[in-house]
């Protein structure tokens, strides 16, 4: 049972443009959702994250966007840069239930195209 | 950079072996977790810590054991390993539980430990 989706394994964009990365969660529980960058062979880095007090959070050229009623976040990146190449990871987490963690989704794969 | 350092980073082993992983911090953060990643599944809780001697399962554990006798080192046991433990283990640490407090608390990743099974 997948309680956070990445529908998009992979996804193109040319360089400058805007990147939008989609995540859905089924989870009602979950009111804390952060995305997460990964390059071949390192570490998970965090990237940007949102309370669901908010819907919308900007930190540069990223802006998380947060749809409670659909259960849907988005992670739009602009311009986009050839560094941004990388996997994405969205995760969600319920800020009540203690430890146990972040669950993710599996990754969606941005190419920035030169 | 969080102070994480994952220790071996590289690893081949025979079924059947014992394996142990070791995540040390220096950021005397209070939880700590392990995560496999594998092709199409994406990141998954092993196991995770609150706290020094207090631990709990995660998603994936079937196989797997914790420790945390400092608050500084999580070590991951893998009693007897298996072909499907072969996989990518990452480490990560975090101040508080993950939204508790202020934006931004989310979990700081090691490099991770590639550990094959063969």
């Known amino acids: 049972d997948q309680q956070v989706k990445q529908n998009s394994p992979s996804l193109s964009v040319q360089e400058g443009r805007i990147s939008i990365l989609n995540c859905d969660y089924t989870?009602?529980?979950?009111?804390?959702f952060l995305w997460y960058k990964k390059y071949p062979a390192e570490g998970p880095t965090f990237l940007i994250s949102?309370?669901?007090?908010?819907d919308k959070n900007e930190d540069g050229r990223f802006t998380v966007f947060l749809n409670k009623s659909a259960k849907h976040l988005s992670l739009h990146i602009v311009p986009s840069q050839p560094g941004d190449s990388a996997v994405y990871f969205c995760?969600?987490?319920?800020?009540?239930?203690?430890?146990?963690?972040?669950?993710f989704g599996k990754g969606t794969h941005l190419i920035i195209q030169p | 950079d969080a102070g994480i350092t994952q220790s071996p980073r590289h690893k081949v082993t025979e079924t059947g072996t014992p394996v142990t992983l070791r995540c040390h911090q220096t950021?005397?953060?209070?939880?700590m977790y392990w995560y496999r990643q594998d092709p199409g599944h994406g990141l998954r809780l092993i196991h995770y810590?609150?706290?020094?001697?207090?631990?709990d399962k995660g998603e994936v554990s079937d196989g797997y054991s914790v420790s945390r006798s400092k608050t500084e080192d999580f070590l991951l046991t893998l009693e007897s390993a298996t072909s499907s433990q072969t996989s990518v283990y990452f480490c990560?640490?975090?101040?508080?539980?993950?939204?508790?407090?202020?934006?931004?608390?989310?979990?700081?990743f090691g490099q991770g430990t590639r550990l094959t099974v063969v």
């Open positions: 990560a640490i975090s101040r508080g539980a993950p939204g508790q407090g202020y934006e931004g608390s989310g979990a700081f």
């Open positions: 989870n009602s529980m979950f009111d804390y």
């Open positions: 949102i309370s669901s007090i908010k």
């Open positions: 995760a969600g987490a319920d800020s009540g239930g203690g430890a146990d963690g972040l669950t």
């Open positions: 950021e005397n953060h209070r939880y």
């Open positions: 810590s609150y706290g020094v001697k207090d631990t």
